[in-house]
């Protein structure tokens, strides 16, 4: 997963099939993430958990290498990477062109989108759409942000650091909606009664594991591990354990 300089031997590139994989087995992969966006990534009992975190954990073994996970906040992630703070940053991350053009990603890993969650009696807020006008909470650095001010031009957006103060503000009646991820939107209504999402999905994209440009053949060992262990049902096994109960 992440970035480094000692290289894979010949027989350990052979072993995992990725050849030009220029990472030595053992050394320890520098992730970052903002494990505040369950079931993606959070923290239960004092421990780093959800999807990204053990599939992460999961490329590792497959890689022979420890993770060594990074708390950051989300509109961190890109430009830590790019300064060489650590090797990868996974924390559901939309594949966009825009990021595309200062890292690199994996292939995508799972589906997902925004969606608009309100309050389970909110009558004013059927469709998307009618977020204009509205008070729409967003977490800063996410796609969330320029988006709903492009499609919505009218929605009166209330920026917050944390996935967790976006989904308080709707809670507590100070934001009518919130415009977020699909898996952390539906997590979120399941624990906390009183809320729901709009059956109407805004936008339908794929996660990605960002990786630095001047490291392709991080990108390439990641990519094989993604595909063995989808090939060996461990990925399918991770899915289940985290989306099985989530409406898709």
């Known amino acids: ?93 939309y594949i966009t062109d825009e990021r595309k053009k200062v890292v690199d990603f994996t292939v995508p890993y799972y589906a997902g989108g925004l969606v608009v969650m309100v309050k389970d009696g909110n009558t004013a807020i059927k469709v998307p759409a009618d977020i204009n006008g509205k008070k729409v909470s967003v977490q800063v650095g996410t796609k969330s942000v320029a988006f709903t001010k492009e499609k919505y031009p009218q929605a009166q957006l209330m920026e917050v650091e944390k996935n967790q103060e976006m989904f308080n503000l709707v809670d507590i009646g100070r934001a009518d909606a919130a415009v977020t991820g699909k898996p952390a939107a539906y997590q979120y209504v399941r624990t906390r009664p009183g809320l729901k999402v709009l059956p109407e999905q805004i936008t339908t994209e794929e996660y990605g594991m960002a990786i630095r440009k001047d490291t392709p053949e991080l990108t390439k060992a990641v990519n094989g591990a993604i595909e063995k262990l989808k090939a060996d049902g461990t990925y399918a096994q991770i899915e289940k354990k985290w989306f099985s109960a989530n409406a898709k």
Do not use: C, Y
């Open 1 to 93: 997963m992440n970035t480094r300089r000692t290289l894979f031997t010949v027989a350990a590139a052979a072993l995992f099939g990725f050849a030009g994989a220029a990472h030595a087995q053992g050394e320890p992969l520098r992730v970052a993430t903002d494990a505040t966006f369950p079931p993606m990534e959070f923290v239960e009992n004092g421990k780093r958990t959800g999807f990204d975190v053990e599939l992460v954990e999961a490329v590792g073994k497959t890689l022979g290498r420890k993770i060594e996970w990074i708390d950051i906040d989300f509109k961190g992630l890109v430009p830590g990477l790019i300064s060489k703070r650590f090797d990868m940053a996974v924390s559901a991350i």
